[in-house]
RNA sequence: GCGGCUGUAGCUCAGGGGUAGAGCACCUGGUUGUGGUCCAGGAUGUCGCGGGUUCGAAUCCCGUCAGUCGCCCCA
């Protein structure tokens, strides 16, 4: 290490060891197991697409975000994925009219995003993907929204612990419309809205005022930004909360009748400052976010209808959201969810208790493997079977074969890790004996 | 791009002008067959890097790099 130059995992990139790598997994399986049952199909696209990809939909201004790059004399520029929905959409797009509907895809991509890194967000990650396209009816948005609940609520999440919350544009600009704000000036209003609270309370009436609210329209659109209610609430309530004509809120009751019949309302309320920057969001639009509110949302997502019809496909209706390995890791942590998962264990762990039983070891161990189970040895050189035990042990083996002058015979010791018991067994038997046992490990 | 904090053994850290320590982890042994304990022993660092001050710097000063947290941004 010394005369040699050492390398360390760029930055805002991560190493997994296999503790690490045994988390992730642990996710991803959620991730896959959740999306499979409730009927999507997994995806994949390219890591790097045309930088063309990225910027028709967000401006030029989107490069300095991203991992762009030209071969060496070549010609096309392109960019790392900095996530996943523009390429869907390109594949929509594609093969978009062929496909039966709606299309129900899931994806759990690696993306990269040339930031600084800070907690919960990293130059490299995995964002799982899910999104259902041609069907421009609440319950997909429901449905899209129960398969990203079940996930957390697979990992042991529960409502007390995360919120998603959920808003819809339309709701909002009608709302915002009835306060004054001309259709001229929606999108300026949205990005207020958006970046309210990051703005000292002057700026926010200057600009506010520029979108022409008087002082009372002005404390209308606060209260409105800082509306949340249970969307079992009658959606009058959320009206008369936010100050908003009740009229507003119509394009509300679709979507949550479908949470309710979904069985999602414990998990979610309505939260109208929720814009999302993207602009591409057209109807619905939510967050999940950690219920403390210590960490970056978890998730996010929403409607966008005129997405596939952008990348040169048929207009298609489409919700989806994104959900990043990274901020859901820290959550899981937080609530001590992590504390058992680690890599597979072996079922067996075969030990020669003497020379004359390496080879017969050996063997068993052959044997065992091509039965399938997960089996291990030590590689060390002592004879000391109490070391060797102590190596199965911390393997997290719950078994152990010890092979040793009982060879003689034909039996060898098959004992319990977790009891201590131990009993003498045909050498014959030892596979069909711990193939056929109930075994929660490995 | 800007700011705070931190860089000492594989990990977590202590120390602090006289050329380095602890715990954990790791390795070996405890002689020929029973466990995460115990005992004994062992390896490991250019104290992030560069420069300056000094007889002497891991220690003080300057710079730089890296990590981390935050700001900006956040698809």
Redesign the pocket.
Known sequence: ??NQRRF?AP?GTRDFLPEDMAIRRHIETAWRETSTRHGFEEIEGPTFEHLGL?TVK?GEG?VS??FSFRREGGRDDYALR??F?PTLARMVAARGPGLPRPVKWFAVPTHY?A?????G?LREFVQWNVDMLGLDSPTADAEVLATGISALEALGLDPSMVTVRISHRDAVALGLESLGVSSESMTSAFELLDRRD?MPPEVFAEKASALGLDDDGLSDFDRLARTRRSIRGDLADLASESGVAAEAFAPLEGLRDALVDAGLADWCEWDLGIV???AYYTGSVFEVHESGGRERAIA?GGRYDGLVELMGGPPTSAVGF?MGDVVLGLVLEDRGLLEEVRPAPPRVFVLS??EDADRPAHRLLAELRRAGIHARRSY???????KL??E???A?ATRAV?L???LGEGRV?L???VS?E?ELVPLDEVVRMISGSESANG
């Open positions: 290490m010394s360390q930055k990225y967000s989107i975000e991203l900095p996530e929905t995003r930031e600084r890194p800070q907690r967000r990051k999302r920057g993207l996010g994104g208790a003497g060390k050189t002592t004879r000391n079977v109490g035990l102590g199965a042990s911390r997290g010890i040793g002058s009982e010791q004992k319990d890790l201590g131990q």
